[in-house]
């Protein structure tokens, strides 16, 4: 097959168009033929049935003809006037930036806006804490630690890593704002009422690694979690370990979970001390490194968003069916999204990662 010609003139498209009108050739055939030589999107079927029209009456001129009208108020000095404002006051509404172009519609000011600079309006996104530069510092250290050890091991390194965290899974779930987003052509009449959380919940442990769930674990709300409970839910991870993922014991288990009091005790630290597990490390405050939150977790909750449940057995056996549903892929993206998000983390200098 020919190579298309890219990219052509107007004008050379609009002399083929003429040449073969003049053949008396039909213009769904001169589509078809001008398809074939310059690519699909050269000229619409329409337009060349147009221009065949404008040549049959007598039209000799290929070239477009010269649009007339009151020139175009959008000027460069126009556009960079309003980046300069807005770079000023990024809260600036289309309101206050009119006032100080009086001369200029509020259409027009939308315009430069949204389509000649390319601005969009974003709400401030909540994080856990304001990150200081000591816990900058502390983040750049945990993202140059890992990406050396990946840079070293590859992928093979993120095989080893076994994650574990706890959430909380309430008998009633609400919808996020996301959720209940809808297409529509006018503004939305239906409110969102902030919703009270379930008073009745469990507490979900679960352990995963790139190729699934090793452990999960529930406590009903107001059961003590201390450090000798987390001991013993570890104790029953080597052995679903050992169980499970044969061999993992010996080429080495590397064990992320935050730094919950629970998992930073004497008496934790002393048993992980005596399993000879890689603990590691993990910043405070960085839920957007922990694959249970920025992955798990979150795909779980949009699961049980709205669901309903009468009983803490009813919440276990739903959490565990989804849990058996996930396909290996997805638990392997979890673990895989380390990577990026600690180059993102080195790259902003510590700060939080963006989705």
Excluded at 257 to 276: G, K, V
């Amino acid at each position: 097959m020919a190579k298309c010609i890219e990219n052509p003139a107007d004008c050379e498209i609009c002399a083929v168009i003429r040449f073969l009108q003049a053949k008396n050739i039909q213009p769904a055939d001169i589509h078809r033929q001008v398809c074939e030589v310059y690519g699909e999107g050269a000229m619409s079927d329409s337009m060349i049935r147009r221009w065949c029209r404008q040549f049959e009456s007598g039209r000799d001129n290929v070239h477009d003809d010269k649009r007339s009208g009151r020139p175009s108020v959008v000027t460069p000095d126009l556009v960079q006037q309003i980046e300069v404002k807005i770079r000023e006051n990024r809260r600036f509404t289309i309101t206050d930036l009119v006032e100080f172009f009086p001369n200029v519609s509020r259409k027009t000011v939308h315009r430069i806006v949204t389509e000649n600079l390319h601005f969009r309006k974003f709400f401030a996104r909540w994080v856990l804490k304001n990150l200081t530069p000591e816990y900058k510092t502390k983040r750049i250290g945990s993202a140059l630690s890992f990406l050396e050890r990946y840079e070293k091991d590859g992928d093979e390194f993120l095989t080893h890593i076994v994650n574990g965290d706890e959430t909380w899974v309430s008998h009633v779930t609400p919808e996020s704002k996301q959720q209940s987003m809808q297409w529509r052509h006018t503004s939305p009449t239906k409110k969102k009422f902030k919703q009270t959380l379930s008073a009745r919940k469990i507490m979900c442990t679960v352990f995963w690694d790139h190729y699934g769930v090793l452990l999960l674990d529930y406590r009903p709300k107001g059961q003590t979690i201390n450090a000798q409970v987390y001991c013993d839910t570890v104790q029953r991870l080597r052995r679903a370990i050992q169980n499970k993922r044969r061999g993992l014991l010996n080429s080495g288990v590397v064990l992320l979970h935050d730094n919950a009091r629970l998992h930073t005790a004497r008496q934790t630290t002393a048993l992980l001390q005596q399993f000879r597990w890689d603990i590691m490390d993990h910043p405070l405050y960085s839920l957007d490194l922990a694959p249970s939150d920025y992955h798990l977790f979150l795909h779980m909750k949009h699961f049980l968003a709205v669901k309903q449940f009468h009983s803490d057995a009813e919440v276990e056996t739903t959490v565990n069916n989804w849990l058996q549903q996930q396909a290996v892929d997805f638990f392997d993206t979890g673990i895989q999204k380390l990577v990026t998000r600690y180059n993102k983390c080195l790259d902003s200098a510590g700060d939080y990662v963006e989705n």
